[in-house]
C-alpha cells in the first residue's frame, strides 16, 4: 500500500468516526437515556456483587461523560495518526483542536435534537477525552523510546 493510500485511509477512519459521533448525537434525548440506562442496568448488577451501590442517577451521569470521553479519545488518535502520515506539523495540538472545534459542532448539532440540547460542559468533557488520549500517546511514546534505548 503507498504512502498516499495510506494517509487517505487514515483520513477515511477520521470521517467514519466522526460519522458515528454524529449518529449518536442524533439519537433523541430519550433513546440516548434507554442507551445509557442499559449499562448503568449492568454496571449497577456487577457492582452490586461487591456491595457497591451508588445512586443511579450519579451513574447514569458517570456513564453518559465517560462515553464522551471514550468517543473523542478514539477521535483524537485517529486524528493524531491521519495528522503524522499527513506529516503536517504539530500533529497533536492540530489533533486537539480539530475535537475541540468537532466537539463544538456537535453540541451544536445536538441544539436540533429532540430532547436534547448543546452543552460546553460535554465540549470540556469530549476535550478531556482527547486530552487523555495525548497523553496516552506520549506514554507510549517515552515507553517505546526507552525500549529501544
Request: glycine share 4%.
Amino acid at each position: 500500500m503507498s504512502q498516499r493510500q495510506k494517509i487517505i485511509i487514515s483520513w477515511l477512519l477520521c470521517l467514519i468516526w466522526m460519522a458515528v459521533i454524529f449518529l449518536f448525537s442524533s439519537f433523541s434525548g430519550e433513546l440516548s437515556g434507554k442507551q445509557s440506562g442499559f449499562f448503568v442496568g449492568i454496571l449497577q448488577k456487577f457492582l452490586s456483587f461487591f456491595h457497591v451501590n451508588i445512586n443511579r442517577e450519579l451513574l447514569s451521569l458517570l456513564v453518559r461523560k465517560a462515553a464522551h470521553m471514550f468517543e473523542y479519545f478514539v477521535l483524537c488518535l485517529l486524528f493524531i495518526n491521519a495528522t503524522r502520515r499527513s506529516r503536517l506539523p504539530y500533529p497533536r495540538l492540530i489533533s486537539l483542536m480539530l475535537c475541540f472545534l468537532y466537539a463544538c459542532t456537535d453540541e451544536y448539532h445536538q441544539s436540533f435534537t429532540p430532547d436534547r440540547g448543546p452543552a460546553m460542559m460535554d465540549v470540556l468533557v469530549d476535550t478531556t477525552g482527547s486530552l487523555i488520549a495525548l497523553c496516552f500517546t506520549f506514554f507510549l511514546k517515552k515507553n517505546t523510546d526507552d525500549i529501544h534505548s
